[in-house]
């Protein structure tokens, strides 16, 4: 009876050490499937546009590896151990490939952000006047090239080829590494964010008090007082900062607060979790209102090739559209859609 016992238990210790990886790799399969699917939400909630930039393909190319990842996990966790074109895949390798998208994610995030900013600015002063293809070309190019050039750096590292040595000797465990880029580029944002917020917090509280809903053209607007002093110019980077504000904070306020929450606490998150395609939009929006406050004295109400944001209509911000006699107002008003 003893030796049953005992026979019982090394049984049970022995299932139970060949539950744990599996039990692991169910949890990162379950957390890629949950970014895929917020991808695809993410994606399918944006505005449909038909203007060109870096940042959408960039998106695009997200949710792709995205899928991929989770295919090899599917595909390795099913089979376990098997050997395709002359290399054998274990769960292991599960692991190894999520590390390697781990690090080359966390490494993109500054190069993504110089990237846009550097497309926006070139879009807005109209330096380049390349056609739709050649466009379209030119972004499924440079995406190619930045992860391409990116991947090539994290597998050329020594110090990150010996990280990822050392997981085949010590392959119980599976340390995700965690981007000091996004750390510092989130707190950016909102040190920006926050310093914009004081400078005209008086003018964004009232703008706030004084708001109003209404349907217009079958949309849903906001709309405020409109000032009729005769130095309130469309130009002025002071009438059109809590303007910007309010129209960013009205779209993405529960992320800026969630980035706040984030830092204060040091919330560490892995990279692979980390660079998803909400945070890609968020820095896109950051960015065109950046753009579009330095650049506020070219602004051209008629052009339509402005840089459009899929989530935030910052154009309606700097159209002055009069309505009389809306909710018999006594005094003009100006149109913002958030």
């Given at each position: 009876m003893?030796?049953l016992?005992s026979e019982?238990?090394?049984f049970?210790y022995?299932?139970h050490q060949?539950n744990?990886?599996?039990?692991?790799?169910?949890?990162l399969?379950?957390i890629?499937l949950?970014?895929i699917l917020?991808n695809i939400l993410?994606?399918?909630?944006?505005?449909?546009?038909t203007?060109?930039?870096?940042?959408?393909?960039?998106c695009i190319?997200?949710?792709?590896?995205?899928?991929?990842?989770?295919?090899?996990?599917s595909i390795?966790?099913?089979?376990r151990d098997?050997?395709?074109?002359g290399?054998?895949f274990t769960?292991?390798?599960i692991c190894l490939?999520?590390?390697i998208?781990?690090?080359?994610?966390?490494f993109?995030h500054y190069?993504?952000?110089l990237i846009?900013c550097?497309?926006?600015?070139?879009?807005f002063?109209?330096?380049?006047?390349?056609g739709?293809k050649?466009?379209?070309l030119?972004?499924?190019?440079?995406?190619?090239?930045?992860w391409?050039?990116?991947l090539?750096?994290?597998?050329?590292?020594?110090?990150i080829?010996q990280?990822?040595k050392?997981?085949n000797?010590?392959s119980?465990q599976c340390?995700?590494?965690?981007?000091?880029?996004s750390?510092?580029?989130?707190?950016s944002?909102v040190?920006?964010?926050?310093?914009?917020?004081?400078?005209?917090?008086?003018e964004v509280?009232?703008?706030?008090?004084?708001v109003?809903?209404?349907?217009?053209?079958?949309?849903?607007?906001?709309?405020f007082?409109?000032?009729?002093?005769p130095?309130?110019t469309?130009s002025s980077?002071k009438?059109?900062?809590?303007k910007?504000?309010i129209?960013?904070l009205g779209?993405w306020?529960p992320f800026?607060?969630l980035q706040?929450?984030i830092l204060l606490?040091?919330?560490q998150?892995?990279a692979?979790?980390?660079?998803?395609?909400?945070w890609?939009y968020?820095v896109n929006?950051f960015l065109?209102?950046?753009?579009?406050?330095?650049?506020c004295h070219k602004?051209?109400?008629?052009?339509?090739?402005?840089p459009?944001d899929?989530?935030v209509?910052w154009?309606?911000?700097?159209i002055p559209?009069?309505?009389?006699?809306?909710?018999q107002?006594?005094?003009?008003?100006s149109?913002?859609i958030?």
């Open positions: 003893t030796a016992s019982n238990c090394s049970q022995q299932l060949a744990q990886p599996l039990d692991g790799n169910c949890l399969f379950l890629i949950g970014k917020l993410t994606l399918g909630m944006r505005r449909k546009i203007y060109q930039n870096f940042m959408e393909y960039f190319s997200l949710a792709f590896i995205d899928l991929l990842l989770l295919v090899n996990i390795i966790s099913y089979f098997f050997v395709l074109l290399i054998r769960k292991y390798h490939f999520t590390q998208i781990s690090f080359t994610y966390g993109l190069p993504v952000f846009a550097i497309d926006y600015y070139l879009n002063s109209k330096t380049t006047k390349l739709f050649c466009q379209k030119f972004y499924f190019l440079t995406v190619i090239l930045i391409v050039s990116v090539a750096y994290v597998l050329g590292d020594p110090a080829y990280s990822l050392a997981q000797v010590y119980y340390p995700f590494y965690i981007s000091i880029q750390y510092w580029l989130s707190f944002m040190t920006v964010l926050f310093m914009a917020f004081l400078t005209s917090r008086a509280i009232a703008l706030v008090q004084a109003r809903m209404t349907s217009y053209m079958n949309e849903t607007i906001l709309y007082p409109f000032s009729s002093h130095s309130y469309l980077k009438t059109l900062l809590p910007f504000i129209c960013f779209t306020l800026v607060l706040v929450i606490l040091k919330v998150i892995p692979y979790i980390e660079m998803n395609i909400p890609l968020f929006s065109i209102a950046t753009v579009y406050w330095f650049n602004l051209n109400l008629r052009d339509f090739a402005l459009v899929p989530f209509n154009k309606c911000c700097f559209l009069t309505i009389q006699n809306l909710e107002t006594e005094k003009p008003i149109i913002i958030c």
